[in-house]
């Protein structure tokens, strides 16, 4: 099925057993996003060292397993590094299927490429990255220019 | 007369597709149905032949073009019974419709503070954000009715809510997302006992039952072409004609004018009021010929056909586990539009494993957030269907909601 792009057990896993769920004090920098067009909403917090990122919100899997992975790859990261893995992310959901994700960089965040090829679900996958950048930038730390969002 | 269904099918060109693999089977036609080849040749056949346009040519081409643009107009009177087809307003869909009501209504009553506007918390956007923007223009107080657990309008406070105050009421006739058919028989005599103007949000009620404006006890309706077999960029705002020649105009320019000076205006009587600038001429001859087309099947016959559709998935829907029906859980008062959640799976990805197996439905709020929120829900799944829809269609999507538990069991 087409879908086993989409649904990778990854994802499914993020969806069902979070990463770092739950939003936690103290923290810097908070930011609370919504999809307007299918009322999914995220609420994620950033410490300015990075040492901690949480976040709470309602949505489908995609966008709920993205918030997880974000977690995983960027708590504790240096800005240049959470910056370098921001960047990477967003390009990859940009990409229509066509950029060779770099597991390196992008861990399990690396089970998005086939998102990619949905286009009606890009803006799932980025919302918590969006969320995350206005919550850092709120925190004084700059994630940097990120892709232009198209989706 | 029962309907057959596999003629009917043969009309619409798109039932001829494969969507991901599968024949499509098309379950959102509450926001927008399919088109018969009826309508889209008529609307080439404009295009090629009779193209002018209307209401200010001497030629035999704008001629043309405006008896078939009035005679669309004519035939959409006699659909819904109005009195006469100067009744008949066309927008560019519901939404210009009731955007028009709000700003002339407004105008028209000096709506100010201490002016009551009643709603309900099952309107669409289209029927809510008007009317929060007139009130916030004005000063008046916005205020609505609740919904039941069941899905039904909250009438229990009536009484208070429609006052000597009150000036607009506006209310959706039937759900897009609960499927709910309001009975408006109450709302009406009080509106009219307290002289306030009662408008109906049609959408979704005049593409699926047999409506006489006459007998609905509104004073203006909305609906649009593209829910019932037309084009999309053409819709209607009836209203009683007493009532729009009182009614100032919303959009200014050509064709809605009587006399203009460099010192005035002064503006046609109604229809052409409303109708600024050059129409969709062509859409409107769409809409025209979807009419004819409803009517020759019998909007009885059509709405018989969708009772029973809508009980059967009603019955296929609550056999699948996990699955909560929101709204009425009969066809009593209910139309043939059903939203559901599956316990434990977000309504997008319900959807997109329905349409990996070709089966299209709407996920998402559907433009009416306040109904989500009050079944404390971000988002739902609907299937919605129309003269089209067969059986065969509902169990595929039965299937699919097995699939989808498979792949997040």
């Known amino acids: 099925m087409m879908l086993d792009g989409l649904y990778q057990e990854i994802i499914l896993d993020h969806y069902k057993n979070p990463h770092g769920r739950g939003l936690r004090d103290p923290f810097d920098g908070e930011a609370h996003h919504v999809n307007p067009t299918c009322g999914d909403e995220i609420t994620v917090r950033v410490k300015s060292d990075l040492t901690d990122i949480s976040y709470d919100g309602l949505g489908c899997s995609i966008s709920q397993a993205s918030a997880s992975v974000l977690y995983e790859l960027v708590q504790g990261k240096s800005p240049a590094a959470a910056s370098a893995i921001h960047h990477a992310f967003v390009e990859l959901m940009q990409s229509r299927g066509q950029v060779e994700p770099d597991e390196e960089v992008l861990g399990d965040g690396i089970a998005f490429a086939g998102v990619a090829k949905f286009p009606a679900r890009v803006k799932c996958a980025l919302l918590p990255w969006m969320a995350f950048k206005d919550a850092a930038a709120r925190a004084g730390v700059d994630v940097g220019v990120s892709p232009e969002v198209k989706a | ?409």
């Open chain 2, 1 to 409: 007369m029962s309907l057959d269904v596999e003629r009917i099918r043969k009309d619409f060109p798109i039932f001829e597709r494969e969507v991901n693999g599968h024949p499509l089977v098309y379950l959102d036609s509450a926001n927008t149905s399919q088109k018969p080849v009826q309508v889209l040749d008529v609307m080439r056949a404009h295009q090629e032949r009779y193209n002018g346009n209307v209401s200010r040519s001497v030629h035999t081409l704008g001629t043309e073009s405006t008896e078939a643009y009035e005679g669309a107009r004519a035939r959409i009177a006699t659909f819904i019974g109005a009195a006469s087809p100067d009744e008949v307003v066309f927008t560019k869909n519901s939404t210009e419709a009731i955007n028009l009501a709000a700003y002339s209504l407004g105008q028209m009553l000096r709506l100010g503070p201490g002016d009551e506007v009643v709603i309900s918390e099952m309107e669409h956007h289209s029927n809510l954000v008007p009317w929060q923007l007139l009130c916030e223009r004005t000063g008046a107080t916005l205020k609505w009715f609740g919904i039941t657990d069941d899905g039904r309008l909250d009438e229990s406070a009536l009484d208070d809510l429609v006052s000597e105050r009150t000036k607009i009421v506006s209310l959706v006739h039937m759900s897009n997302v609960l499927g709910t058919v309001n009975d408006v028989s109450r709302i009406a005599a009080r509106s009219k006992a307290v002289g306030a103007l009662l408008m109906l949000d049609c959408s979704q009620s005049v593409p699926h039952l047999p409506i006489s404006v006459g007998s609905l006890g509104a004073d203006l309706i909305a609906f649009t072409g593209h829910k019932m077999l037309g084009p999309t960029g053409i819709g209607v705002l009836w209203g009683r004609f007493d009532l729009l020649s009182q009614m100032p105009p919303f959009l200014a320019g050509g064709s809605m004018i009587e006399t203009v000076t460099m010192g005035g205006t002064t503006f046609a009587a109604p229809p052409a009021r409303f109708e600024a600038g050059t129409p969709p001429i062509t859409e409107a001859i769409g809409l025209g010929a979807a009419v004819d087309y409803l009517t020759g099947l019998g909007m009885e016959a059509i709405h018989e056909h969708e009772q029973a559709i809508t009980r059967y998935a009603l019955d296929a829907l609550s056999s699948v586990p996990d699955v909560r029906i929101f709204g009425p859980a009969t066809i009593e008062g209910r139309g043939g539009t059903v939203s559901f959640g599956v316990d434990g799976v977000h309504p997008h990805d319900v959807g997109q494993i329905l349409d990996a197996l070709g089966v299209e439905v709407r996920v998402g709020h559907h433009c009416a957030r306040p109904v989500c929120s009050r079944f404390s829900v971000p988002a739902m799944t609907r299937a919605s269907f129309y003269l089209y829809t067969t059986t065969a269609e509902i169990d595929a999507l039965a299937r699919g909601l097995d699939q989808v538990r498979k792949v997040f069991g």
